[in-house]
């Protein structure tokens, strides 16, 4: 058990690292300190972009602030290699997925389609490991009654002896039935490093928060969009939000063993999440939609697969 808990402690010390190695988004200000924004989107603009910003009051406010924006690549001719190093986060993650969306938004011609098939790619690359821990989360449900059973001699033994057995007795479980209790933590671990990196690039992209898709605008928060003559575009993107989470979330713990104070999870996370996404940029909520019906059809194909192991 020491090994496992040192193997969690050591994932989330590298995302810790790579968090703070890192030239975040930062809010472009005024000489008041105060947050600039675009007067037509409600935008709060970011004052270190990646690529040249094309709309004119975007350039106006850019301008008088005195960012040099000419000293910026276009978008569409972003490289990789554009600009400073930053830190290992903004290098191996957040430039590298500007470019692919970059690319993608100039094959498509609309940057939300290109964040929509960009996360598609990468659940594709990343599904047989996702596939792997939702079997190993599966085996660890049905391993419960041999690991109460257990911990069940060792209740009240503090003692280091005590505690070594019990270590061994878990380990020696874990190996019989090829079970490695970290791996169903692991996909969830590195979906937080994707999700900043797309807010990242929503917001350091100018190309992608100066776009709309279905007259919503993606840079925009729905919060700014209330405030716009297609309101309900943004509440229908909250509905979307809402429905997506709570049934990716009942899916995902369907058959598992949770007592009863994780009935009301689903519920909770919804909420919480829709809140969030008030003042998400739109972009970033399309991804939020995407991403939990790509991880419903997903789940759905993995309880087939092992169906069918089964049989």
């Not at 009051?57 to 005195?66: A, F, R």
């Not at 419960?144 to 070594?164: C, F, T």
């Not at 909250?238 to 009301?264: H, Q």
């Not at 909520?285 to 993995?302: A, E, G, R, S």
Request: net charge positive; with cysteine.
């Amino acid at each position: 058990m020491k090994k496992i808990n040192k193997n969690k402690k050591l994932i989330l010390l590298i995302i810790l690292v790579l968090t703070l190695a890192t030239g975040c988004a930062t809010t472009l200000v005024d000489k008041k300190k105060q947050p600039v924004k675009n007067d037509v989107t409600g935008q709060t603009l970011t004052k270190n972009i990646l690529c040249q910003p094309t709309d004119k009051e975007s350039i106006k406010k850019y301008e008088t602030n005195k960012v040099n924006i000419k000293k910026l690549p276009k978008c569409e001719d972003f490289k990789i290699s554009s600009g400073k190093y930053e830190g290992i986060w903004t290098t191996v993650f957040v430039k590298p997925l500007s470019y692919l969306i970059l690319k993608f938004g100039l094959l498509t011609k609309n940057y939300a389609i290109a964040i929509i098939l960009v996360l598609l790619l990468i659940r594709l690359v990343t599904f047989p490991f996702t596939q792997k821990a939702t079997k190993q989360s599966k085996m660890m449900q049905e391993l419960q009654p041999e690991m109460q059973r257990i911990q069940a001699k060792y209740v009240g033994k503090k003692d280091e002896q005590s505690m070594s057995k019990q270590s061994q007795e878990m380990m020696m479980l874990y190996k019989k039935y090829n079970v490695n209790p970290i791996s169903g933590c692991l996909v969830a671990f590195l979906q937080l490093p994707i999700f900043i990196a797309f807010y990242e690039a929503v917001q350091r992209v100018p190309a992608i928060f100066e776009d709309s898709f279905l007259g919503i605008q993606l840079g925009t928060t729905p919060l700014v969009g209330f405030s716009k003559s297609h309101f309900y575009l943004y509440i229908i993107l909250l509905l979307l939000i809402a429905a997506s989470t709570f049934y990716s979330f009942i899916i995902g713990m369907a058959n598992s063993n949770s007592d009863k104070s994780m009935k009301s999870m689903p519920i909770f996370m919804t909420v919480l999440i829709v809140v969030t996404g008030l003042f998400m940029p739109s972009a970033l909520c399309i991804y939020w939609v995407f991403n939990n019906i790509f991880t419903i059809i997903q789940t759905k194909l993995v309880k087939i697969d092992s169906k069918k192991g089964r049989k």
